[in-house]
């Protein structure tokens, strides 16, 4: 015997899950992507930026794990070491990335222009505000504690090995639904600025709307941004927005204050009972 499911839910929208470094605080996703850079040049192994920024959004020792992995960085390891770089490689680089993430992180825990009001017009229409990051349980208390005296605080922050697994899965957006008690899922909305932050989304069963100008796929720091000439701001948004559009999102704005409309129309969407 076969079961289908074949309720829809028309009502608005109940919550919203967000991300933290590139899509609420630390504009351009900068914290992350140097102090990881800092931990392989202190093992004798170079990384580029972009070889840093690219595994962005997951937990941060399976993010060395997967930086490790790339074929540069390993036959470059494999130059100094002479072997491969295995697991206890992986606890070496992130026993020297976490102090230093903890070291620098409140130097770059800014809340991103516009996103005060951007959860203060979010909560007058009655959402709920959830959260979940790369980051694990200490780093993120700091960021927390930076943001919030400057008007930021989610109802919940899930960090990284807070659930069994990570990003991409759905456990941590999914812990976010429990705790503030959406029904059903598809009544959320997951945001961030990563490629995983879209796949934790769609893993989870919500809406997904991803941030360019702000994150990690542009990756400008704000006093740079500001002075950018526009024709350059498009060379640098317009890839990155096709990038997470083939992640999959639903939709793709520059930063957080750019949602609220987008918000009216996955509630249009679902009043005529589609889901994501």
């Known amino acids: ?27 351009g996703c900068i914290a992350p992507a140097g102090a990881f850079m800092e931990a392989f040049r202190r093992h004798e192994v170079e990384i580029t930026l972009e070889q840093a920024r690219g595994p962005m959004g997951m937990p941060k020792w399976d993010h060395i794990k997967a930086v490790l992995a790339m074929p540069p960085v390993s036959t470059a ?31 770059y825990a800014d809340v991103i222009p516009g996103v005060a009001d951007a959860i203060a017009a979010m ?32 109802d919940i922050a899930v960090a ?18 429990i705790e503030l008690g959406i029904s059903p899922v598809e009544a959320c909305v997951k945001i961030g600025d990563t490629v995983l932050d879209v796949e934790e989304g769609l893993n989870a069963g919500m809406w997904t709307i991803a941030l360019s100008d702000t994150g990690n796929e542009v990756g400008v720091p704000l006093a740079e941004w500001r002075v950018t000439p526009e024709e350059r701001r498009a060379a640098l948004r317009d890839p990155a927005q096709e990038r997470l559009r083939r992640a999959g999102a639903h939709y793709v704005a520059g930063s957080l204050p750019d949602v609220l409309p987008l918000l009216d129309e996955i509630e249009a969407r679902l009043a005529r009972g589609e889901r994501p």
Do not use: H, N
Not at 123 to 152: E, F, H, M, N
């Open 1 to 27: 015997m076969s079961y289908s499911y074949t309720r829809r839910y028309t009502g608005p929208l109940q919550g919203v899950v967000l991300d933290w470094a590139g899509t609420t605080v630390d504009f």
């Open 77 to 107: 390891w494999i130059a100094r070491y002479g072997r491969r770089p295995d697991d206890t490689d992986v606890d070496s680089v992130y026993e020297t990335f976490m102090p230093l993430q903890v070291e620098i992180v409140d130097r």
């Open 123 to 154: 909560r007058r229409r009655g959402l709920k505000i959830g959260s979940t990051t790369g980051y694990p349980r200490q780093v993120l208390d700091v960021v927390r504690r930076v943001a919030a005296a400057q008007g930021y605080e989610p």
């Open 160 to 177: 990284a090995g807070d659930t069994p697994a990570g990003r991409p899965g759905p456990a941590m957006a999914l812990r976010c639904v």
